[in-house]
């Protein structure tokens, strides 16, 4: 494992011990640059200043003993490349593509992402969680991920590019740099400034995929609410119908239809809501008007709907806010 010392370079006279050319630097292969090659572990964080990626440990490490400032392995790998290149993938209008729910699947299980890792900072499925590489770590709702990701403070780019723009001043009247010094200290104080504008972007665009991610698993639990509410409505409108048909069937032959609707009534009745009761009425007070009479077995019914009328309303009211 090669390892670099560099010192810090806040100021033209600081060095660093081992001068390496662009191509000696390390290769993004996805792994950790601090770990031992044979046993290295994911690239989770990247250094841009010392263009090393780090693991999860090796970051804390780093941060301690250089107090740089790292950013997400992803983004950081994407900086790295020349500006013609970011230019050719954007779409001919250079708009950036926009969130959508395919970002947000896992990508080892291709599951949509339902929990959020806080240790690593990323939206995961729940076979991550559980199974994965994210097993052990603290999981949390992406709601309260959005939550925590907004409640940070983001950084002042107009006050960070004031205070660099009263830095660079202030080595312009120095009589003491150089041409080359100033060249380099300006070079590096724009970088600076281009590693937080970076920051600030992930950290903007990485709360849109939350909110995106946490609106999207909530309409679909409330999707999934009303479908299977849905479906018990039908079914006891399945039963109600086929029971009603029975008592039809029942009266014509000239018999009495009260030993068909008392299992019914019995099950209505412990029915707080009282849907079912409310829809027996309507093909009872259906029948009536037709034939003028209202059949034996019926005005149980009748009693039961006008004791249980203002409990249908209540539930009424619950299913048209649920469904709004």
Request: proline content about 3%; charged content about 25%; hydrophobic content about 35%.
């Amino acid at each position: 494992m090669m390892c670099v010392v560099m010192l810090c370079s806040e100021s033209p006279s600081c060095s660093m011990d081992v001068c390496m050319l662009e191509e000696d630097l390390p290769q993004m292969d996805g792994t950790c640059d601090a770990c031992e090659p044979d046993e290295a572990e994911s690239a989770l964080w990247m250094c841009v200043r010392c263009r090393f990626a780090f693991c999860s440990s090796h970051a804390d490490a780093h941060t301690q003993s250089t107090a740089h400032t790292l950013q997400p392995y992803s983004s950081a790998e994407a900086d790295t490349h020349s500006a013609e290149p970011q230019a050719a993938a954007l779409p001919p209008d250079g708009r950036r593509e926009t969130v959508s729910v395919e970002r947000l699947k896992c990508r080892d299980h291709g599951q949509e992402g339902a929990l959020y890792c806080k240790h690593d900072q990323r939206i995961i499925c729940v076979l991550c969680a559980v199974q994965g590489e994210h097993r052990g770590h603290q999981i949390i709702t992406l709601r309260e991920a959005y939550l925590w990701q907004k409640s940070k403070e983001g950084i002042d780019l107009l006050e960070q590019t004031h205070e660099i723009s009263e830095r660079i001043k202030a080595k312009w009247a120095s009589p003491d740099m150089s041409m080359e010094e100033l060249e380099a200290y300006v070079n590096q104080q724009f970088d600076e400034l281009q590693r937080l504008v970076r920051l600030e972007e992930w950290r903007v665009l990485h709360l849109v995929d939350l909110k995106e991610a946490f609106l999207t698993a909530q309409a679909a639990e409330k999707i999934s609410e009303i479908s299977a509410h849905t479906q018990t409505l039908q079914e006891e409108m399945d039963s109600i119908t086929h029971t009603l048909q029975q008592m039809e069937q029942v009266e014509e032959d000239g018999g009495a239809p009260a030993a068909l609707l008392a299992p019914l009534l019995a099950r209505r009745e412990e029915d707080a809501g009282g849907r079912a009761v409310r829809n027996t009425y309507k093909h009872t007070h259906t029948h009536s008007t037709k034939t003028g009479h209202t059949p034996a077995g019926y005005e149980r019914v009748l009693q039961v709907e006008k004791r249980e009328q203002q409990m249908i309303s209540v539930d009424t009211d619950m299913i048209s806010v649920n469904v709004s």
